[in-house]
């Protein structure tokens, strides 16, 4: 029993050593990508589009929405 328990925990450790490792070396890989990324924006930056926007009457469709509702409840009410 004692070999099948030091084969698991071998086994644990292994895999929990890969996954440390596999974690560590994403942190650094993101970090450079990071410094990567950031110098090929300022090599080649992208244009910034102008979004416009146009103002829309909100009012009154508020207000139709009230009266649909108090219609609605003046109708299920009755």
């Known amino acids: ?3 099948n328990l030091a084969d ?6 292994m895999g929990m050593g890969f996954v ?3 974690l ?4 650094f890989v993101m970090g450079i990508m990071t ?3 950031t ?4 090599i080649f ?3 910034v589009e102008e979004v ?5 009457k909100v009012s009154a469709n508020v207000d139709e929405a009230i009266a649909l509702a108090i219609a609605a409840v003046k109708a299920k009410r009755s």
């Open 52 to 56: 416009k926007t146009t103002a829309k």
């Open 20 to 22: 440390l490792c596999f």
């Open 35 to 37: 410094k990567v990324v």
């Open 45 to 47: 930056p992208e244009a």
């Open 24 to 27: 560590v070396i994403l942190i």
């Open 8 to 13: 698991g925990l071998v086994l644990l450790g």
């Open 1 to 3: 029993m004692n070999g």
């Open 39 to 42: 110098y090929l924006n300022k």
